[in-house]
Structures are given as structure tokens and as C-alpha cells.
């Protein structure tokens, strides 16, 4: 990805390269000619054949540049390398953008034989099930046991009548950040009082407020 001034765009593949990466992930600057032959696009589509300013200029003029990257064709030298940080390892999206607030689905075209946690959200989410109304989406959450229940009950109230906020207040200092991340997510589709403080308490969490645009100091 090119340098953005957004931070969380600019290392927004880190949480996705976790799911397959173990360990942490360190974020590693280069800087290459102008002129060099690279290729750009969004993954699963065919990319582009251009120059490194000419990517750069492209994912820079999106309006949405998630999921896009940038390939060079060659080995790079550790004299291209300009900086090596830390970054957090929970930036960015885990699946595919966007996709906090929607049912998994299941089906073999979405989610591949073999993916991990593959078999576990099959089971939780058999094709042809119905969607539960809201009053059960709430009574999953109140006797949810793990992190991984909370964050799929989360989701799913996205597609449903959210109503009062409160009834999420409980969340805001949940130990998970996964929790404490889907859940400003969640948060963003409501309205009200109760909603504003909510999603203003978690904008002081960095982690939980990630998924928003910060500016990288650099």
C-alpha cells in the first residue's frame, strides 16, 4: 500500500495477513524509482500494468482504497528500506471490508472447503436458517459465554430494529477488543443520546476506535 495519510488505511492488511501470519506483523516503509514497473488493483480482479507514481496516484484518488495493493514484480534491496515500525495488530478488516455487520454466509462460494474457522460458522450459521428477530439477538448476547458469541450476536443486529443503545453500555469496557471494536461498529447504526455517549466513550479507546481514519505522524 502507498503511504496515506490515513493510518489505518496505509496498514489496513494487517489484520487480514494475521488470520494466516502468526506472530506480529511489523510494518515495513520502502521507497522505490517513480518509474518502476509495478502492478495496482483490488484483490480478485485483474490488476493494472503501471508505473510506482502512477499506483500511487490511483489508490490515492479513491474514494474507498481498502482491499487495494500494490505489487512489485522483483526482489527489493534492504537499501530501498526507509523505516520499520510497530504497528497494532488489530488494523484494518479481517475477512473483507465491510464485513462487521453482516451475516457470514456460509455457502460454498463465500466461504472456501478448508478456510479457517470455516467448519465453526457453517455450524453457527447453517445455509437456509432463519434470521433470529431481535429479542433473540439480545437474549444470545445476554447469555453469550465467549467473545467470538458476543461478536457474531454484534453482527447480526446490524441487519435488524437496533432500538435503545443502553442496552449495549455494558460493552463498553469489555476485556476483548474484538469485542470493543465490533461493537462501535454496531454502534454506528444508532441513533439517539445514549448512542452519541456510547461511541464517544469508545473513541477513546484506540482499538476499538480503529476502524475510523487516523492521520499518521510521520
Known sequence: MPVLGSFSLTYQ?????????????????????????VTVGRYGVEP??????EAVAVVRGLDDPRGWEVFVPRAL?????????????GVGWRYKPDAHGRRPCPCPS?????EWGAA???RRFPIG??????????????????????IDALMMLGARRRGDAQELAYLVEHPDPEVRETLAE?????RGRAARVLR???????????HHDRAELR
Open 110 to 114: 463465500c466461504l472456501g472447503r478448508g
Open 129 to 150: 436458517s432463519p434470521r433470529p428477530t431481535k429479542p433473540q439477538l439480545m437474549t444470545l448476547l445476554r447469555d453469550a459465554a465467549t467473545a467470538d458469541e458476543i
Open 77 to 89: 534491496t534492504a537499501g530501498e528500506v526507509r523505516r520499520v515500525r510497530q504497528v497494532p495488530q
Open 186 to 190: 454496531t454502534l454506528e447504526s444508532y
Open 200 to 210: 464517544a466513550q469508545l473513541e477513546q479507546d484506540p482499538v476499538a476506535a480503529d
Open 48 to 53: 493494472r500494468r503501471v508505473t510506482a507514481a
Open 120 to 122: 465453526r460458522l457453517r
Open 13 to 37: 492488511w494487517v489484520r487480514e495477513l494475521r488470520r494466516w501470519h502468526p506472530g506480529v506483523l511489523a510494518g515495513v516503509q520502502l521507497r522505490i524509482a517513480d518509474d518502476e514497473p
